[in-house]
């Protein structure tokens, strides 16, 4: 079984010390939740706190955590992965400098990855929806079940940017969700054309940056992640080769340009 957990700002520093002791604590446990049902050998995600995205314009996302799961877009301050090891047990044991929170069960570091943007093209919604429960139950363990496609796509996102104070992010999206394919699409381009060029604009990272550019292209879905469902298929013709460039510009604002779309801007422009 996987759980999630939503760590507010202010709680950072218990998080700390509880992946350093190998323990973490809830004050209270809600009848509303199965979080006393943790056991040996399930996953905990741990959410350390969410900056909002806000919109275009600047606008405030207002009412978090309240807000409908759709609005939780942003940037998390790290993603961690842990392994429960024991069950549930009750302690007074001082463990916290501010509270004693004595519904406990140890865990164990798996992973951690830091400042990633989040939202629906990362995360599958129902681990979105259980982030947003987690919070309004105070940071309780919310079930997520057994489905273990939860993470959409991480290890591809690529340079998020988060000014404090005003948080936005921009960044761009390699959609290499599945390195195989990518690696066959490239292949495909290089049987076809002998070399790897965007199929916008042309650009080509090997003659332009030599060796160090040799091998590298960005890769894109042409139908958005979020659109499909969790299991869904992905064919050679369902990616395109592209630059950096070319591939922010589709992916800057929302609704997402077609290639073809971007393609009849350029030519408008030449």
């Known amino acids: 079984m996987d759980w999630i957990v939503y760590v507010p700002k202010s709680a950072r520093s218990n998080l700390e010390i509880g992946l350093s002791k190998g323990v973490w604590g809830h004050k209270a446990i809600f009848s509303t939740v199965k979080?006393?049902?943790?056991?040996i050998g399930d996953t905990l995600y741990?959410?350390?706190?969410?900056?909002?995205?806000?919109?275009?314009?600047?606008?405030?996302?207002?009412?978090?955590?309240?807000?409908?799961?759709?609005?939780?877009?942003?940037?998390?301050?790290?993603?961690?992965k842990c392994e429960i090891t024991s069950q549930m047990y009750y302690s007074e044991n001082t463990v916290w400098p501010d509270d004693i929170y004595p519904h406990r069960y140890d865990i164990r570091?798996?992973?951690?990855?830091?400042?990633?943007?989040?939202?629906?093209?990362?995360?599958?919604?129902?681990f979105i929806e259980c982030v947003r429960e987690s919070t309004l139950k105070?940071?309780?363990a919310i079930e997520l079940g057994n489905n273990k496609n939860h993470i959409l796509t991480l290890d591809e996102v690529n340079n998020p940017e988060v000014i404090e104070g005003r948080p936005v992010y921009r960044n761009h999206i390699r959609r290499e969700r599945n390195p195989e394919i990518v690696r066959?699409?490239?292949?495909?381009?290089?049987?076809l054309k002998g070399k790897l060029e965007c199929e916008i604009c042309s650009f080509n990272f090997d003659e332009m940056y030599?060796?160090?550019?040799?091998?590298?292209?960005?890769?894109?879905?042409?139908?958005?992640?979020?659109a499909n469902s969790e299991t869904s298929k992905t064919r050679l013709e369902d990616l395109s080769l592209l630059c950096a460039n070319c591939h922010t510009m589709i992916h800057r604002y929302k609704p997402w340009l077609?290639?073809?779309?971007l393609q009849e801007i350029r030519n408008g422009r030449n």
Do not use: W
Not at 109 to 126: C, D, M, T
């Open 138 to 140: 105070k940071g309780s």
């Open 35 to 39: 979080t006393k049902d943790v056991a």
């Open 210 to 226: 030599g060796e160090r550019g040799k091998g590298y292209i960005e890769c894109h879905h042409n139908n958005p992640l979020s």
């Open 258 to 261: 077609t290639l073809e779309e």
């Open 109 to 126: 570091l798996i992973e951690r990855k830091y400042n990633l943007p989040f939202g629906s093209e990362f995360f599958a919604n129902h």
């Open 46 to 80: 741990f959410i350390e706190y969410l900056q909002l995205l806000q919109t275009e314009d600047l606008d405030k996302v207002r009412g978090f955590p309240r807000v409908d799961a759709k609005h939780y877009n942003g940037v998390i301050h790290s993603l961690v």
């Open 184 to 191: 066959l699409k490239k292949e495909s381009a290089m049987k």
